[in-house]
T-cell receptor, first 115, second 113 residues
Framework: DAGVIQSPRHEVTEMGQEVTLRCKPI?????LFWYRQTMMRGLELLIY????????DSGMPEDRFSAKMPNASFSTLKIQPSEPRDSAVYFC?????????????FGPGTRLTVT | SQQGEEDPQALSIQEGENATMNCSYK?????LQWYRQNSGRGLVHLIL?????REKHSGRLRVTLDTSKKSSSLLITASRAADTASYFC?????????????FGEGTQLTVNP
């Protein structure tokens, strides 16, 4: 199994530009999570999906952030317009089920730098 | 405030020694999980302990859970240089539904060869 796949691994963009991060969860997993990690705030859950449906987006910082999961094998996190304070490592994770008894498998992350 | 808070923030030991990291939380949980993160990589699940369990082992890892004190500890025995990483506890909150986990700020473990 290839594990959770994220692209790009690194993204450098200018303030005001649109950024799209992509994630392919592990086949057969039906829960998908987007996290953001910074030195100041640690690891924060942004949004999670179950069976392609957004369940909790209370962690999405503001309307500039949006996430979609059009099918079981693909999700995107979009930031438009991007700002320097969005610079962080963004992780996607997936798990087998909605219940918290399941472990989460993390992707390698996308390091985003907004100048 | 963080649901899970690790202690200490940083720990430096010699290879072969044991490393103990602690996690405290505030509200009732269904289970508690420990994850490891190597520098520049994603988190990797280590072990899950349910609220009705008190101790769990996996290889050189030993996790304990004390729900009365709302705390957990992760013990790594006979540490190796390759154990150098950040270690996070993650808790769910019993009142919420679904799979939301809250991660602590982590303990940075350095194992010197």
């Amino acid at each position: 199994d290839a594990g959770v796949i994220q692209s790009p691994r690194h993204e450098v963009t200018e303030m005001g530009q649109e950024v799209t991060l992509r994630c392919k969860p592990i086949s057969g997993h039906n829960s998908l999570f987007w996290y953001r990690q910074t030195m100041m705030r640690g690891l924060e859950l942004l949004i999670y999906f179950n069976n392609n449906v957004p369940i909790d987006d209370s962690g999405m910082p503001e309307d500039r952030f949006s996430a979609k999961m059009p099918n079981a094998s693909f999700s995107t996190l979009k930031i438009q317009p991007s700002e320097p304070r969005d610079s962080a490592v963004y992780f996607c994770a997936s798990s087998r089920g909605r219940s918290v008894v399941y472990e989460q498998y993390f992707g390698p992350g996308t390091r985003l730098t907004v100048t | 405030s963080q649901q899970g808070e690790e202690d200490p923030q940083a720990l430096s030991i010699q290879e072969g020694e044991n490393a103990t990291m602690n996690c405290s939380y505030k509200t009732s949980i269904n289970n508690l999980q420990w994850y490891r993160q190597n520098s520049g990589r994603g988190l990797v699940h280590l072990i899950l302990i349910r609220s009705n369990e008190r101790e769990k082992h996996s290889g050189r890892l030993r996790v304990t859970l004390d729900t009365s004190k709302k705390s957990s500890s992760l013990l790594i025995t006979a540490s190796r240089a390759a154990d150098t990483a950040s270690y996070f506890c993650a808790t769910d909150v019993k009142e919420t539904s679904g799979s939301r986990l809250t991660f602590g700020e982590g303990t940075q473990l350095t194992v010197n060869p």
